[in-house]
């Protein structure tokens, strides 16, 4: 059996699975107006922006980039 790898299947809050087209026009929707509400989010204050870049591991807790970015 091949598969198919612009579809996954997740599981919803309920319990049950739902197969989601990945490269569908739908999905790209969703994940870009996400992206968008994460920025925002994100780029509220400048302390916000910091925790961010922190927990994503873009810079350390000190303020120093991160190793696998310098």
């Known amino acids: ?4 790898l612009n579809k996954t299947i997740l599981t919803r809050k309920n319990g049950a699975d739902a197969t989601v087209d990945i490269g569908s026009r739908e ?17 509220r204050s400048r ?9 994503e591991g873009i810079y350390t807790k000190s303020g ?7």
């Open 47 to 55: 302390e916000t922006a910091r925790e961010v870049l922190i927990s």
């Open 1 to 4: 059996m091949k598969a198919d």
């Open 64 to 70: 120093k980039l991160a190793k696998n970015y310098r």
């Open 27 to 43: 999905a790209l929707n969703r994940f870009r107006k996400a992206a968008d509400v994460f920025t925002v989010r994100s780029i």
